[in-house]
Each structure stands twice: as C-alpha cells, then as structure tokens.
C-alpha cells in the first residue's frame, strides 16, 4: 500500500512538473515608488504594479497616503499619475529614489482655502488636484528645474514650476506647461 501511494504521487510529479515548467511566466517587471510626504511627515514605500497589472491594494494604500492633508478625505488616484512619476525618477537616473510630496488631492474646500490665500500664487479654480490627478513633488538631490525640464521632456500632461516654493507640479491632464 505504501508502495503504491509513493508510486501514485511520483507518476503525480511526473505528469504535473513538466506542465508546471510550460505555464511558467517569466517575472514581470515591478514598479516601485518610494514616497514621503512634507505635512503628514509619512512615508511610504510601494510596489504598485507589476508588468501590464495595477495592484489594488497598493492604489489603496497610494490613494490613503495621498488624501487631501488639511481634511483627511480620500480619493481614488488616476494610476497614469504613478507611472509618470515612475517614468520621471527613471529618466534622471533615480529610480526608486525618495519623492517628496508637497501635495496630492485636494477636496475642493481645501483648494479654495489655498486660492484665497495670497502666500499660494497659481492656485487654479480648477485644478487637477481635485481630480487626483496632479501631484506636487521635488526630489531630495536633485535641483527643482532639472527636474522640471524632465518632466517637461516626458511630454505627458501638465507641468508647472513653482520656483519659490521649490516644486513641480505634474498632472495627467493635457499637454501644457507654466
Ligand atoms: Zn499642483
């Protein structure tokens, strides 16, 4: 009896392990992004999809970390956001590096708290942040209008230098810059 289970599960590993081998995918490519944020002095560090596949748990976790910082509210980030912001690590050579976030959503009640207030010149009315699509960032190392002209060169949404308060804004919106 025993003989016959051994040879039951060897003639089992025989005819599995070859398929096993055949369904094999090679690994796919992740994509990582490290964060810390500049008001709520969070960090994160996330990888949030791999080869062609968003992560839920990790857009969850992106969009918590990401909430508007004045109000606590959440809201689903467009994940185009974070491949920009992949892609723009990437081609200054600092891929995986830590990106300071100055700020992602924004409720619109915390937008137009920042409108009227003269100390934030360049508040749009409509702006992309109240979407979550826009993010403001600057890169520890790394001077604000390099990173700009990066962006720039991504030629993917809106770009905006914001040279006194030292960030870029970038959002996945049309193709514009100021
Ligand atoms: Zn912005």
């Known amino acids: 009896m025993r003989i016959n289970l051994c040879r039951l599960s060897l003639s089992f590993f025989l005819l599995l392990a070859p398929l096993g081998h ?4 090679p690994t796919a490519r992740e994509y990582r992004l490290r ?3 500049t008001h709520t002095r969070e960090r994160l560090d996330v990888v949030y999809r791999r080869g062609e596949q968003y992560i ?8 918590h970390f990401l909430r508007d910082h004045r109000t606590g509210d959440v809201r689903h980030f467009d994940p185009r956001l974070f491949d ?3 892609d723009l690590t990437a081609s200054l050579g600092d891929s995986g590096g830590e990106i300071d976030v100055i700020c992602g959503y924004r409720t619109p009640w915390s937008n137009e708290f920042l409108r009227t207030r003269s100390m934030h010149t360049g508040v749009a009315r409509h702006s992309l942040h109240m979407q979550a699509e ?11 209008a390099e990173l700009r002209d990066a ?6 949404g809106g770009v905006g ?10 959002d996945v919106g049309r193709v514009r810059h100021w």
């Open 35 to 37: 964060f810390f944020h």
């Open 22 to 25: 055949s369904t094999e995918t």
């Open 84 to 86: 920009l912001l992949h």
């Open 134 to 144: 826009a993010i403001d960032i600057r890169l520890p190392g790394v001077p604000t």
């Open 161 to 170: 230098y914001y040279r006194s308060s030292d960030f870029v804004h970038v």
């Open 151 to 156: 962006a720039l060169r991504l030629h993917r």
């Open 56 to 63: 839920p748990e990790a857009l969850d976790e992106l969009d």
